[in-house]
């Protein structure tokens, strides 16, 4: 068919026009994209907060075991924690005005078989974050005990923890299986990072903002690693503090590609007995510890670090008795937006306790 006039008459301007956007196509076709991923970290800014310290009890939590905090987006304080025994679950509770609500319970035996079909004889280990209007939680449902098999589940929620859809179990790209550690660090791409363990061997796995998991990262150490925290220092710089079989002193891996490779870094200082710490950054850029001092269980402190978690300083020591009369377990630390700390942690007997205090606190000012 013919050209029409005007058109036969354009075409030689318009073939030059056509090669070189075909060009410019295919060039930019070749330049490497990146989708390395991004922290999201604010810059260190001083606290004018004055010292204080606060605290209360989490109701009907007195079974309490690993526990995780978040903060929703309008500001309240979201906790999850796992119940042990003949009916294993996950119990889930929101900070109102009036003080703690009484738990409900998000995850149990039935609900992760209803939708996984697979059999667990006991839940735990769950990570709660706050993104937006949704909330994420991933727990470990162990088909044996809790050193043996562990799939991580996870499920949501987009109305702030009043229902969750049904638990959907992830693909960790291991026979055994891994058990998640808190806290979960935002990306800045909307996706999540996430520490985990399985048996001795710890992992980092990058989720897309969709849930897919895109990346996993092994964690180097020599012996079998009983726990880990990480946390993000920069955009691009992350810092995991391990607490291994070979030395109660921490051993630090570095990351200064958001989690994609990990480096042995300097050993810590600090040491610390065979028992779960936590571990926050302040909005001052400093770290914050909270954990049992190695050949103390019968105490919980906090340290201080100023240089990435290489070296330590006691800060406070916030719960102590004679060895056997009381024990204080499973912290779980939140820099809220605010500036200030949120600290829970279990104590026997007497359930959940929750703490709140400030920088200028833990400086040792009065509160």
């Known amino acids: 068919m013919p050209l029409p006039d005007t058109l036969r008459r354009l075409a030689p301007r318009l073939l030059p026009l056509l090669a070189c956007a075909l060009a410019l196509t295919a060039a930019l076709s070749r330049i490497p994209t990146s989708d390395a991923p991004h922290w999201l970290v604010d810059a260190p800014q001083e606290s004018a907060l004055p010292p204080a310290l606060h605290g209360e009890r989490i109701p009907e939590s007195q079974d309490a075991e690993s526990a ?6 309008d500001g309240r304080l979201a906790a999850a924690w796992s119940l042990p025994g003949e009916q294993p679950a996950i119990a889930f509770s929101i900070l109102e005005r009036n003080g703690w609500q009484a738990p409900g319970l998000i995850a149990n035996r039935e609900s992760t078989a209803g939708s996984t079909f697979a059999f667990s004889r006991r839940i735990d280990a769950p990570v709660l974050h706050a993104e937006g209007g949704w909330l994420h939680l991933w727990y470990a449902a162990h088909a044996v005990d809790a050193r043996a098999l562990a799939e991580m589940h996870h499920l949501e929620s987009t109305d702030s923890g009043k229902r969750w859809q049904p638990p ?6 291991t026979p055994s299986g891994y058990r998640p550690v808190a806290p979960a660090l935002p990306l800045a791409d909307g996706g999540l990072g996430l520490s985990g363990l399985s048996g001795g061997d710890a992992a980092w796995f990058r989720f897309s903002p969709s849930g897919q998991l895109l990346e996993k990262s092994r964690l180097a150490s020599d012996t079998d690693v009983h726990h880990l925290a990480v946390t993000a220092l920069s955009p691009t710089r992350a810092l995991a503090l391990l607490r291994a079989d070979a030395t109660p002193h921490l051993q630090r891996q570095i990351s200064d590609n958001a989690g994609l ?19 926050t950054r302040l909005q001052d850029g400093r770290l914050l510890l909270a954990g ?12 201080l670090s100023a240089d990435d978690g290489v070296h330590w300083q006691a800060a406070r020591t916030l719960s102590q008795a004679a060895e056997g009369a009381s024990d204080f377990a499973f912290p779980a630390l939140l820099t809220a937006r605010d500036g200030r700390v949120h600290l829970i942690y279990r104590e026997r007997g007497q359930g959940l306790r929750h703490l709140v205090f400030t920088p200028a606190w833990l400086r040792g000012e009065a509160a």
Do not use: K, V, Y
């Not at 995780?68 to 987006?73: D, E, I, R």
């Not at 490779?261 to 571990?279: H, I, K, Y």
């Not at 049992?292 to 340290?303: F, K, N, R, V």
């Open 68 to 73: 995780s905090l978040t903060q929703l987006a």
């Open 168 to 173: 959907r179990r992830l693909n960790t790209g």
């Open 261 to 279: 490779a990990w480096q042995a870094g300097e050993t810590s200082d600090l040491a610390l007995a065979r028992a779960p710490f936590a571990l």
């Open 292 to 303: 049992h001092p190695a050949g103390d269980s019968a105490t919980l402190a906090l340290w």
